[in-house]
């Protein structure tokens, strides 16, 4: 079994439902440059659906590339904007797995490199808490937090995390996806 030793983050937002995401996420993943270990969370709000997408490497080949596939001039741009937020490594990780059926997952982008994590392992005592540090400087942020949490205390827990100043928060159900 090999150890995940980075894990890339790409973010998308768009418009499109779910399933039309979902047909356009599967058209990548059976191109020549994706990896099959990857983890695909979806938020929406107010008709806008985010997704996190969780790129696991575990060896130093980190070749992480999306292609933009040819379209007719008939055939109108589709809007999902993609955000390369970068590559992360494991700093602490209390769950390997995805969510159980009664958990979401509730994310926490924080910028400041001088952060006290203690104040959000704290927050975290009847849940898991994965802390992924920046890997490379051009990261986006600093930590990427990933709590798992009971759905039914998901808002709460996420306006909790906003009083703490991160930069972003989100709750976030796990996608499955089709493997090839």
Not at 81 to 103: C, F, I, T
Request: with cysteine; proline share 1%; net charge neutral.
């Amino acid at each position: 079994m090999s150890v995940i030793r980075i894990v890339q983050f790409v973010c998308f937002e768009t418009t499109l439902d779910s399933d039309q995401f979902i047909n356009k996420w599967e058209q990548y993943t059976r191109s020549a440059n994706s990896n099959t270990n990857v983890t695909l969370q979806q938020s929406e709000k107010n008709g806008v659906f985010r997704y996190i997408a969780q790129h696991r490497f575990s060896n130093g080949d980190f070749n992480f590339t999306f292609t933009k596939a040819k379209r007719s001039s008939r055939i109108p741009e589709v809007g999902i904007r993609e955000k390369q937020v970068g590559g992360y490594s494991a700093l602490q990780l209390n769950r390997n797995g995805g969510a159980h059926a009664d958990e979401c997952k509730v994310f926490a982008f924080i910028t400041d490199t001088q952060t006290d994590l203690a104040v959000y392992r704290e927050l975290c005592a009847k849940s898991n808490l994965n802390i992924y540090e920046a890997y490379y400087e051009n990261c986006q942020y600093a930590y990427i937090l990933e709590f798992f949490v009971k759905k039914t205390a998901a808002a709460e827990f996420a306006e909790e995390l906003t009083r703490q100043h991160v930069a972003e928060t989100g709750i976030y159900k796990e996608r499955m996806l089709q493997t090839a």
